[in-house]
């Protein structure tokens, strides 16, 4: 099995930053890709940012130009740099890793618990 751990939300001013960190741990693992992912009260889980083994990454529109997603693969971390922070950012944010078990020679999707991030006005 994998877990994932985030740290890192917060309170923040609007046009403020921080920085979001997951570690993926476990044994027998590789990964496939990393992102990030948000829910705020009364809405679905959004998509954030994605990045996929190689380096490539991609971002959802609302957040292009401001958020970076990056990794450490010999930590097995992704972060999400968030800069010029709006109120409509609250949520709660989670990580996501699609995961290749060597044992199960079988991909499988984990969650991790969730960090608040929010954002006065």
């Known amino acids: 099995q994998v877990q994932l751990v985030e740290s890192g939300g917060g309170l923040v001013q609007a046009g403020g930053s921080l920085r979001l960190s997951c570690v993926a741990s476990g044994i027998g693992f590789s990964i496939n890709a990393m992102g990030w992912y948000r829910q705020a009260p009364g809405k679905q889980r959004e998509w954030v940012a994605v990045?996929?083994?190689?380096?490539?990454?991609n971002y959802a529109d609302s957040v292009k130009g401001r958020f970076t997603i990056s990794r450490e693969n010999a930590k097995s971390t992704v972060y999400l740099q968030m800069n010029s922070l709006k109120p409509e950012d609250t949520a709660v944010y989670y990580c996501?890793?699609?995961?290749?078990?060597?044992?199960?020679?079988?991909?499988?999707?984990?969650w991790g618990q969730g960090t608040q991030v929010t954002v006065s006005s």
């Open positions: 996501n890793a699609d995961v290749r078990l060597l044992l199960q020679q079988t991909s499988r999707n984990y």
């Open positions: 990045i996929i083994n190689g380096g490539t990454t």
